[in-house]
């Protein structure tokens, strides 16, 4: 999937539904000017298109001239928008809210001070009880504006109240941005780079924590204070590979929204990231019961009104549902059977291509690459792999690096040999590069060098040496990013009994599972 520059008026138009399409036609026709006529019939030509392509656009319909295509283009997005905020049901608190700001701006116009009081009051009533502290500011500094200009007689210690009101949000506001950005940053900095690599990672990020966690009463924390803290917590806990404190603020994040449920609808796309996390840090610590118990709820959540209510909510429960199937197969060892999500993810990333980002895609890509490596189809892995390795982008610096390495063993499977000296080197080179070999891959690269002059009956004693020289790394915490992306010890246990690595991964769940029981 390449990486192309979008015109912002076809993303736009790409994203439309029949129902939204044929509500701006009578939206814009509704005064059947010549101007709005034109810009109809230019989203007709750009609605046709499959790829946006500027000189077709103006081969293929004369009427559109080039000098006023960038004009019309700015009038048409204005149209289309403008349309869609007139059908936007009052579900979005944040519509909700900004028009009774809207209403309240329109009154006071008018001279009518009083209404627009008792409507900003109203309003301040709906965003305190929906967690939408911004609004309540708003609000207040517009009712500061109205006491300081005319003599309203609203009530008594007028002034002292709104003053007293807008210190306390402004705190609130302080401290949501102090979290919000510690959350964001190291979000931010696992996406570059991925789990600590080394003890200069670990002190680097701890001292960022530690420098930027601001103080708190944990007592007087509200909705968006905690969220954030959590979050911050979460991808703090994530990085360092701490996965118990992963799951424990994962846990924490899902139940906020299940103490304040009217948040679910409200920041509905910060509760699919939570339940995509827990989800995460279930796999991670190998809990199956929990796990498959939180993707039966996610899916539920998945097909009901909520998870569906508009593009953006059914885009990401589509990801975030599809990455924990993939992850059940791995959990449950049936890799050949999780090859049946393929063509169905497949589809949907080329409908979604325009809404999706590039970080989304590469995840996909390698887990997909994964399911065929474990099903014994190597050449299929690679094909994916290539994906990623030829997909040149910034991000992701591990999962780069562990896609070249799954590709070298790949490789190494199909008796590449010739071409496996090159891999080697070209692929140490790399990982070298992005600070990212660690124990792990320092012995699965000497094991491949060495493999080459051994004889066969040599072969199966090495694997084994190999294969207990990493198990006794697997406690270390900065050693267990490379078991995390690649399941090492079941390719080695599958070379070692001669049976693929779906059948070592399934004997494994099926053992655990008796043992539980």
Not at 464 to 484: A, C, H, T, V, Y
């Amino acid at each position: 999937m390449p990486n192309k520059n979008i015109d912002i008026v076809f993303q736009l138009i790409k994203s439309l539904e029949k129902g939204e399409k044929r509500n701006f036609k009578l939206y814009v026709q509704r005064n059947s000017s010549s101007e709005d006529l034109k810009i109809v019939q230019l989203f007709d030509a750009l609605d046709k298109m499959e790829e946006y392509d500027e000189a077709v656009l103006l081969k293929k319909n004369s009427n559109i001239k080039k000098q006023q295509l960038s004009n019309s283009k700015a009038h048409l997005y204005k149209q289309i928008l403008s349309s869609l905020r007139l059908i936007e049901d009052g579900g979005n608190i944040d519509i909700r809210l900004h028009e009774q700001l809207d209403f309240a701006r329109i009154l006071y116009n008018k001279g009518l001070y009083l209404q627009s009081l008792k409507v900003l009051d109203k309003l301040k009533e709906i965003a305190k009880n929906n967690n939408q502290i911004t609004y309540q500011l708003q609000a207040i500094i517009f009712e500061k504006k109205i006491e300081a200009l005319h003599i309203t007689r609203s009530m008594a210690n007028r002034a002292e109240e709104l003053s007293k009101e807008s210190d306390e949000i402004n705190l609130r506001l302080s401290l949501i941005s102090k979290l919000s950005n510690l959350a964001l940053e190291l979000y931010g900095w696992y996406i570059r780079n991925g789990h600590a690599r080394d003890e200069k990672d670990v002190e680097a990020v701890k001292t960022f924590f530690d420098t930027n966690l601001p103080i708190y009463n944990s007592k007087q924390l509200g909705f968006y204070e905690k969220l954030y803290l959590y979050q911050s917590y979460c991808w703090y806990g994530f990085i360092l590979q701490d996965l118990l404190m992963y799951y424990r603020y994962t846990k924490k994040w899902v139940d906020l929204f299940d103490e304040s449920p009217v948040m679910k609808l409200n920041e509905i796309g910060q509760y699919i990231r939570g339940m995509h996390n827990l989800l995460s840090a279930q796999f991670n610590l190998s809990n199956y019961e929990k796990f498959d118990e939180y993707l039966n709820l996610f899916e539920t959540f998945s097909i009901s009104h909520d998870g569906r209510i508009n593009a953006n909510t059914r885009i990401q429960t589509f990801v975030y549902l599809h990455i924990a199937k993939i992850n059940k197969h791995f959990l449950e060892g049936t890799f050949t059977e999780g090859l049946q999500l393929v063509p169905s993810i497949e589809e949907k990333l080329e409908e979604y291509q325009l809404h999706l980002d590039r970080h989304r895609i590469l995840v996909f890509y390698y887990k997909i690459a994964c399911l065929y490596f474990g099903s014994g189809n190597n050449e299929k892995a690679i094909d994916y792999l290539n994906k990623i390795i030829n997909w040149k982008v910034d991000l992701r610096t591990d999962l780069q690096c562990y896609a070249r390495l799954l590709h070298l063993i790949a490789h190494y499977e199909l008796g590449n040999y010739q071409l496996l000296e090159y891999l080697i080197k070209s692929v140490y080179r790399f990982m070298a590069k992005m600070k990212n070999i660690s124990s792990v891959e320092e012995e699965i690269f000497k094991f491949i060098r060495k493999s080459f002059s051994l004889s066969p009956q040599k072969l199966i004693p090495a694997f084994i040496n190999l294969k207990d020289k990493l198990e006794q790394l697997e406690g270390n915490p900065l050693e267990s990013r490379s078991f995390m992306y690649l399941d090492i010890i079941a390719w080695l246990e599958s070379k070692i009994k001669g049976v693929p690595v779906q059948d070592v991964r399934r004997q494994r769940f099926l053992q655990g599972r008796k043992i539980k029981r």
